[in-house]
């Protein structure tokens, strides 16, 4: 368990600061302290419960970017998408696209053709797979229960889906295994000033109910589409610099098959997905301008309406009801201040530096968070240029793992192998971690659930290991479970008693919808 206090911030001046957890934020982190500076991270609420686990889950290129002639920005996530496949396998999984193409609607097949193409030409060696041409016999083979009518046929090319809220996890993780300072559910409440600069902040621990003060050399905030928020509280005048759009997306139950689907909307010809997912089915996103507070951004019933109606135009046999939703989520995407549509606008990301002296890191895509953190700690930290990593591969709290024979490993911890493949395949080669628990107290290994292979130390190791502190944390961010079917909602009984033995009375009960 790791204790939480507060003089392990306020009892020195840290190189580095860094506001929020959610993947920039925790790599920036994990970056910086890989260089041996001292780093605290702060996040408040838990990690990745923003932006970063409200994504469609995708590493990818971005095909759609080829026609705004993002090349620069395609090739580099392309390659962002296999590093990050190479350092956490188990959380990155190569998955093929299929396109439909129809009469008179959206691109033409040969436009299709040539991006999809040009997309794997722009992989290079960092392809997942190559492209195809689909007939009409082809798609339906491929897509069964296809809308046939006006059907030209597809395409089909390769993306990656990943875990966000878990590699978000991953990169928090190996900060403070590298030495850094980590705490959720701390927020910085106001800024310290002298002679104009800002040296430090305010934070407020919610667990411990107590504040303290903070200096750092350096202040990052990464706060995604909180950043304006954030930054007024460091420059009241200062001018906004987001326009943040609304992207919700919605789970359904049902066998997701194998591939995902991209589709054009054919009433308003924007590109969403269909994409398997924990077993059932993705479907995403909207996008759409938002103006209110990010932590009021919600679900409505015509984002619900509209991505239901517009999948079964493309599936009309198969149920879109709502009895069929396992549940919604909705974030925003923080994208740095342009006019027009919010598809056009460029995923690409800035880093400014405030007049107070605090840098300010802005936009950009979950598949580039690397890139982006290399960046900042290159900016922040000039000299360090020569020490950061040149070579593409980035280590991560649960990389390495190796051939595993599951049979033995099952036999050395008493468990079933369907309990050690499904721990290796959240926790990497950390899955001895977890069984570790086991060993010291066997009664963990009891299933939690009939509905799944999750075992009661997984609840433990979310809470003492993985900073877990509420059911939702654990349920949606640490477990996945809240995306998958539990009839019976004995999980959530069984979090919520794990939960208050081990002290956490006040957590915050999670709702499905
Ligand atoms: C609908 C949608 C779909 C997307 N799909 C994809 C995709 O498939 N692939 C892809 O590459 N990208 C995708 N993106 C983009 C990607 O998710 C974001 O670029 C990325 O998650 C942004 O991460 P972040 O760390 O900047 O922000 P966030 O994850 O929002 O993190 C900011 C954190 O700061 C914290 N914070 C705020 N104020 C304070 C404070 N005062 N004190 C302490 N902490 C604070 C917040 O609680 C929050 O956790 C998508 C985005 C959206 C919205």
């Given at each position: 368990?790791?204790?939480?206090?507060?003089?392990?911030?306020?009892?020195?001046?840290?190189?580095?600061?860094?506001?929020?957890?959610?993947?920039?934020?925790?790599?920036?982190?994990?970056?910086?302290?890989?260089?041996?500076?001292?780093?605290?991270?702060?996040?408040?609420?838990?990690?990745?419960?923003?932006?970063?686990?409200?994504?469609?889950?995708?590493?990818?290129?971005?095909?759609?970017?080829?026609?705004?002639?993002?090349?620069?920005?395609?090739?580099?996530?392309?390659?962002?998408?296999?590093?990050?496949?190479?350092s956490v396998?188990h959380l990155?999984?190569?998955?093929?696209?299929?396109?439909?193409?129809?009469?008179?609607?959206?691109?033409?097949?040969?436009?299709?053709?040539?991006?999809?193409?040009?997309?794997?030409?722009?992989?290079?060696?960092?392809?997942?797979?190559?492209?195809?041409?689909?007939?009409?016999?082809?798609?339906?083979?491929?897509?069964?229960?296809?809308?046939?009518?006006?059907?030209?046929?597809?395409?089909?090319?390769?993306?990656?889906?990943?875990?966000?809220?878990r590699?978000?996890?991953e990169?928090?993780l190996m900060?403070?295994?590298?030495?850094?300072?980590?705490?959720?559910?701390?927020?910085?409440?106001?800024?310290?000033?002298?002679?104009?600069?800002?040296?430090?902040?305010?934070?407020?621990?919610?667990?411990?109910?107590?504040?303290?003060?903070?200096?750092?050399?350096?202040?990052?905030?990464?706060?995604?589409?909180?950043?304006?928020?954030?930054?007024?509280?460091?420059?009241?005048?200062?001018?906004?610099?987001?326009?943040?759009?609304?992207?919700?997306?919605?789970?359904?139950?049902?066998?997701?098959?194998?591939?995902?689907?991209?589709?054009?909307?054919?009433?308003?010809?924007?590109?969403?997905?269909?994409?398997?997912?924990?077993?059932?089915?993705?479907?995403?996103?909207?996008?759409?301008?938002?103006?209110?507070?990010?932590?009021?951004?919600?679900?409505?019933?015509?984002?619900?309406?509209?991505?239901?109606?517009?999948?079964?135009?493309?599936?009309?046999?198969?149920?879109?009801?709502?009895?069929?939703?396992?549940?919604?989520?909705?974030?925003?995407?923080?994208?740095?201040?342009?006019?027009?549509?919010?598809?056009?606008?460029?995923?690409?990301?800035?880093?400014?530096?405030?007049?107070?002296?605090?840098?300010?890191?802005?936009?950009?895509?979950?598949?580039?968070?690397?890139?982006?953190?290399?960046?900042?700690?290159?900016?922040?930290?000039?000299?360090?240029?020569?020490?950061?990593?040149?070579?593409?591969?980035?280590?991560l709290y649960g990389s390495g793992l190796?051939?595993?024979?599951?049979?033995?490993?099952?036999?050395?911890?008493?468990?079933?192998?369907?309990?050690?493949?499904?721990?290796m395949?959240l926790y990497g080669s950390r899955f001895?971690d977890?069984?570790?628990?086991?060993?010291?107290?066997?009664?963990?290994?009891?299933?939690?659930?009939?509905?799944?292979?999750?075992?009661?130390?997984?609840?433990?190791?979310?809470?003492?290991?993985?900073?877990?502190?509420?059911?939702?944390?654990?349920?949606?961010?640490?477990?996945?479970?809240?995306?998958?079917?539990?009839?019976?909602?004995?999980?959530?009984?069984?979090?919520?008693?794990?939960?208050?033995?081990?002290?956490?009375?006040?957590?915050?009960?999670?709702?499905?919808?």
């Open positions: 368990m790791n204790p939480r206090y507060l003089s392990r911030f306020s009892n020195k001046n840290f190189d580095l600061l860094v506001v929020g957890g959610g993947i920039n934020g925790a790599a920036i982190a994990n970056l910086a302290a890989s260089l041996g500076l001292s780093v605290a991270l702060v996040e408040k609420n838990d990690w990745a419960s923003g932006t970063s686990s409200k994504s469609t889950k995708l590493l990818h290129g971005g095909i759609r970017y080829l026609e705004n002639f993002e090349f620069d920005l395609v090739a580099e996530s392309l390659k962002e998408r296999h590093i990050q496949w190479k396998p990155v999984k190569p998955m093929r696209f299929i396109v439909p193409v129809y009469r008179g609607v959206g691109r033409p097949l040969w436009m299709m053709k040539l991006g999809v193409w040009l997309y794997d030409f722009l992989s290079g060696k960092y392809s997942l797979g190559s492209h195809g041409h689909l007939s009409l016999e082809e798609m339906a083979r491929v897509s069964p229960g296809i809308r046939k009518e006006g059907l030209l046929g597809g395409v089909s090319y390769f993306d990656a889906q990943m875990d966000d809220a590699i978000c996890l990169n928090v900060a403070r295994k590298r030495g850094a300072q980590v705490a959720n559910y701390c927020e910085v409440t106001d800024f310290l000033k002298e002679n104009g600069r800002t040296v430090g902040v305010r934070l407020y621990d919610a667990i411990l109910q107590d504040a303290c003060e903070v200096r750092a050399n350096n202040i990052v905030v990464a706060a995604g589409p909180w950043a304006d928020f954030v930054r007024h509280k460091d420059t009241p005048r200062s001018r906004s610099r987001l326009r943040t759009t609304k992207g919700v997306h919605v789970v359904l139950r049902g066998n997701g098959g194998q591939d995902a689907f991209l589709l054009q909307s054919l009433k308003d010809k924007r590109i969403f997905f269909m994409i398997p997912f924990w077993g059932n089915r993705l479907i995403g996103t909207t996008d759409t301008d938002y103006a209110e507070r990010p932590d009021d951004v919600r679900t409505d019933q015509q984002d619900l309406d509209y991505l239901l109606s517009q999948a079964r135009q493309f599936f009309p046999k198969m149920d879109f009801s709502l009895s069929q939703v396992i549940c919604t989520f909705a974030g925003l995407r923080p994208l740095v201040h342009e006019h027009g549509s919010p598809s056009k606008i460029s995923r690409k990301h800035v880093i400014e530096r405030n007049y107070s002296g605090v840098y300010y890191v802005m936009g950009g895509k979950y598949t580039t968070y690397r890139a982006i953190a290399l960046d900042c700690v290159r900016e922040v930290f000039p000299r360090s240029k020569d020490r950061l990593p040149v070579s593409e591969s980035y280590k190796g051939q595993v024979d599951l049979k033995s490993e099952a036999a050395r911890y008493g468990v079933d192998t369907d309990i050690v493949s499904h721990l395949s001895v977890v069984l570790h628990l086991v060993r010291l107290d066997p009664s963990l290994k009891a299933k939690i659930c009939p509905c799944g292979p999750v075992i009661r130390a997984q609840i433990v190791y979310s809470i003492d290991t993985e900073m877990a502190a509420s059911v939702e944390d654990i349920y949606v961010r640490r477990l996945g479970l809240g995306y998958q079917d539990c009839p019976t909602q004995q999980c959530l009984r069984e979090i919520t008693q794990i939960l208050k033995k081990k002290g956490f009375l006040n957590e915050k009960n999670y709702q499905n919808r």
